[in-house]
């Protein structure tokens, strides 16, 4: 890893938050790869890493979902037994139920974020999954790794 | 690269009007990435929000990533949860 040249975001792209956080419409984006058993396609091993996405319904239950990251470089074990610690969408909504943020989005992204060659990831999965937000109406995201 | 991942993913929803804030488990990727907004956690790999089943500390953490999503930049904007 120490020979491992990090991918530099240059220029630093800014958005202002459209509206207060208290009425604003959040996301969350998680790399850990969670997906829906018989539902989703699981994340596969491929070189350079999957860089495709998931969509998952608001109303989805974390409990039900498949950790499906590839990477053996964590211990699997904390978000298996509590996928909050990855994607805290429970957290979201009690934070909307509470107006401290407005409202959790209709749907949240899930990557597969052990990605050596990120290029795909930057030309093509990215953005699409920054233009399904786009169509969800969706003002903030909260990107969580593992 | 995990961090990576969601760095420049962050980079990539900003670039289309998409506020973000990025949960960074290796300050020093987020460093080197610069995505616009990141926080940086002390916790392992695998537990990027706080240790199974402490709630508390998971929801301080998230509501810490939120808080940076009103900084006033300029970005990249990184801080310490």
């Not at chain 1, 975001?9 to 459209?18: F, H, M, S, T």
């Not at chain 1, 498949?66 to 509590?82: R, Y």
């Not at chain 2, 804030?21 to 080197?32: D, F, I």
Request: glycine share 8%.
């Amino acid at each position: 890893m120490a020979v491992y040249r990090w991918r530099r975001i240059d220029p630093v792209p800014w958005a202002e938050l459209r509206r207060p956080l208290a009425s604003a419409r959040v996301a969350l984006v998680t790399s850990a790869g969670f997906y829906r058993p018989g539902i989703d396609e699981p994340f596969r091993r491929i070189t350079g890493g999957d860089s495709s996405f998931r969509a998952l319904p608001d109303d989805v239950d974390p409990r039900s979902l498949v950790l499906g990251q590839i990477s053996d470089s964590f211990d699997h074990g904390p978000a298996t037994a509590d996928p909050n610690v990855a994607f805290p969408l429970p957290w979201l909504h009690q934070m909307a139920a509470a107006g401290e943020i407005g409202e959790s989005a209709p749907r949240h992204l899930s990557f597969n974020g052990s990605i050596t060659a990120p290029e795909r990831l930057v030309r093509d999965t990215g953005p699409r999954a920054a233009q399904l937000l786009v169509e969800d109406g969706v003002d903030a995201a909260v990107l969580v790794p593992i | 690269m995990c961090t990576q991942a969601v760095a420049l993913l962050a980079g990539v929803m900003e670039s289309r009007g998409i506020a973000t804030a990025c949960v960074a488990l290796v300050k020093h990727v987020a460093e080197a990435v610069r995505p616009p907004r990141a926080l940086a956690v002390p916790f392992p790999f695998g537990e990027a929000l706080g240790p199974a089943g402490d709630a508390a500390t998971q929801l301080r953490v998230l509501r810490a990533a939120l808080r940076l999503l009103e900084s006033p930049g300029p970005p990249p904007v990184l801080e310490d949860a």
